[in-house]
């Protein structure tokens, strides 16, 4: 099994930085896209930032101008600095990764607990 565990959420003014990081471990083969999303309350869960197997990136309008998505891939670890919070930027962000396991045919998809992050005005 693949565990994704999310870190580095919290309160913070706006206008402020936060980075979250995600760790995966387990039975991992190869680890193709990883992203974040993030669910607000009372929405959808929505994708925030992607970042793929060859470093190419993607993100939302909403997000690409103050967030920034990077990987290690010899840590299989994915990160995202935020930076000029809003608030309307507060919601639980969670960790997403494509992943083949090892004595696996296939790739499948996992995700994270979740890190709530609170963008106070």
């Known amino acids: 099994q693949v565990q994704l565990v999310e870190s580095g959420g919290g309160l913070v003014q706006a206008g402020g930085s936060l980075r979250l990081s995600c760790a995966a471990s387990?039975?991992?083969?190869?680890?193709?896209?990883m992203s974040w999303y993030r669910q607000a309350p009372g929405k959808s869960r929505e994708m925030v930032a992607s970042?793929?197997?060859?470093?190419?990136?993607n993100y939302a309008d909403s997000v690409k101008d103050h967030f920034t998505i990077s990987r290690d891939y010899a840590k299989n670890t994915v990160s995202l600095q935020m930076s000029s919070l809003k608030p309307e930027d507060t919601a639980v962000y969670y960790c997403?990764?494509?992943?083949?396991?090892?004595?696996?045919?296939?790739?499948?998809?996992?995700w994270g607990q979740g890190t709530q992050v609170t963008v106070s005005s």
């Open positions: 970042i793929f197997s060859g470093g190419a990136t």
């Open positions: 997403h990764a494509q992943v083949w396991e090892l004595g696996t045919t296939g790739t499948r998809f996992f």
């Open positions: 387990g039975m991992i083969g190869r680890i193709d896209d």
